[in-house]
């Protein structure tokens, strides 16, 4: 993976993360609400279920409680008379009353005629549930709710059904009656179907939000990164060509030198031999002193090789530090300008890395060339100087200054920024007619490691 795959990922990847954990927690918080909502409502219909047929068999109780207790064991007019008021006793198609004895016989059941009479105490349900005999379990117990599968008068149809049982316990008789379960659940699926849809909208408004965001975030990364490369690339290229330029520019520079110095020197020197073995041929008295001169312009040729190599790469700087490397510089200027340059380093303390040595001598001696060839100074100071452990120089001079905006677009005053801006330091330029300061500025990371910085000192 490239880094700019990286970074579109390292952008993408964790708001996603965040939309599926919102999105998860928002579901999972409303899917408990609804449920529990859902379970509420469920309760409170079984309990007014439970309710309603607690007072209708109290209702049914009391309809048959004067023949009941006027009756013997073995009254069967009473029996009879009893059986026929809780037959007559319904409430719409599935509402109606029921009888069995304890030994499971039917005596009463408005709905299911063929039940009459027949014993039906090994009855099943679909879930197993042996109805009749759980039934007067229950009523012997003390009467209670029991919760089983019957068959529905109105559709016909298996549905789950809460029956509330009483025994009346002289005739040894079972008496209740119950109500159908299945609208209860069917209003609770239905909640549950809506709770379902509203989990679908939320998700889908989620998506409708998250995914153009995703997209958006995904395209401003993919602009940004197009942009910011196709920025790198001309500044590349503009980079690529200043190096160039400044190659060709040095390049230029040292032919002018050779040509002008070196090799107008050696040319004088192989003239002043070719006259010096001439005269000695010819016995001329003073051929010693055209090989005096010959050696003179011979030492002016060493000395230019010299000056040339100490341009390119002073040994002074790798050998006695950055101090001396200046000092050296200022005098070979002052010697070969006739510019006063001074300067002061007493209160620098070198512990700057080779590289950041370097990059201020190349300041340096970028600004020596500036003043030399455009400020047409007298005068040239240099400070160099540390501040809490940040080095800091200046150099200044008192020549004719020049336009801040032209003079920052030269190849030299650039490159005096890039080596500063290499080590994250800054170079302030502060020009007018009465001369210019340039300031270079190096952060404490340009330092050496406080470990290395012992074993230097």
């Known amino acids: 993976m490239t880094l700019r795959h990286q970074i579109i990922a390292l952008a993408i990847v964790p708001l996603v993360i965040s939309i599926l ?125 029991h919760q089983y599968k019957w068959q529905k008068p109105s559709t016909g149809q298996i549905a789950d059904k809460l029956s509330f049982v009483v025994s009346l316990d002289k005739w040894h008789w079972v008496v209740g009656t119950g109500v159908y379960l299945d609208d209860v659940f069917a209003q609770s699926a239905a909640a549950n179907a809506g709770m379902r849809a509203n ?87 003073d051929a010693a002193v055209t090989i005096d001169r010959g050696v003179e312009a011979l030492n002016g040729a060493i000395k230019e090789i010299r000056r040339l190599s100490h341009d390119l790469r002073p040994r002074v700087l790798d050998d006695l530090g950055l101090t001396a490397a200046l000092e050296a510089l200022c005098y070979h200027f002052a010697e070969r300008t006739g510019i006063e340059t001074k300067i002061d380093a007493s209160g620098f303390t070198d512990t700057l890395k080779a590289e950041a040595n370097t990059a201020l001598y190349r300041v340096a001696q970028e600004a020596f060339n ?46 005096m920024q890039e080596r500063m801006a290499h080590f994250r330091g800054l170079l302030l330029i502060n020009s007018s007619e009465a001369g210019t300061t340039l300031t270079a500025m190096l952060p404490k990371s340009a330092n050496l490691p406080a470990g290395k910085q012992a074993e230097a000192a």
Not at 85 to 96: E, F, P, R
């Open 21 to 145: 954990a919102i999105t998860t927690f928002i579901t999972w918080q409303s899917a408990n609400l609804a449920k529990n909502s859902i379970d509420t409502f469920e309760q409170n219909m079984l309990k007014t279920k439970e309710a309603e047929i607690l007072n209708l068999t109290n209702l049914a109780l009391s309809a048959i409680q004067t023949i009941y207790d006027n009756a013997g064991a073995d009254d069967e007019a009473a029996k009879q008379q009893v059986a026929a008021i809780l037959t007559s006793l319904d409430y719409g198609k599935d509402g109606y009353f029921f009888v069995y004895d304890y030994d499971g016989n039917n005596i009463v059941h408005p709905r299911q005629s063929f039940r009459h009479g027949h014993n039906w105490l090994d009855l099943t349900d679909p879930d197993g549930d042996k109805v009749i005999a759980e039934l007067i379990a229950t009523a012997r117990a003390g009467g209670g709710l």
């Open 199 to 285: 989990i679908r909208r939320t998700f889908v408004i989620v998506a409708l939000i998250a995914v153009p965001s995703v997209l958006v975030v995904f395209t401003t990364c993919m602009l940004l990164t197009f942009h910011e490369r196709r920025m790198a690339d001309s500044r590349l290229k503009a980079l690529t060509q200043r190096v160039i330029d400044t190659q060709e520019e040095e390049r230029a520079r040292l032919a002018r030198e050779l040509h002008d110095g070196i090799s107008q020197n050696l040319v004088g020197v192989r003239y002043a031999m070719d006259l010096a073995g001439r005269k000695v041929r010819t016995n001329v008295d």
């Open 370 to 415: 500036n003043v030399e060839r455009h400020s047409g100074a007298s005068r040239l100071a240099v400070k160099l100087w540390s501040d809490n452990g940040r080095a800091r120089m200046t150099v200044t001079d008192n020549g004719s200054g020049f336009d801040g905006i032209s003079g920052r677009s030269g190849l030299g005053l650039r490159n």
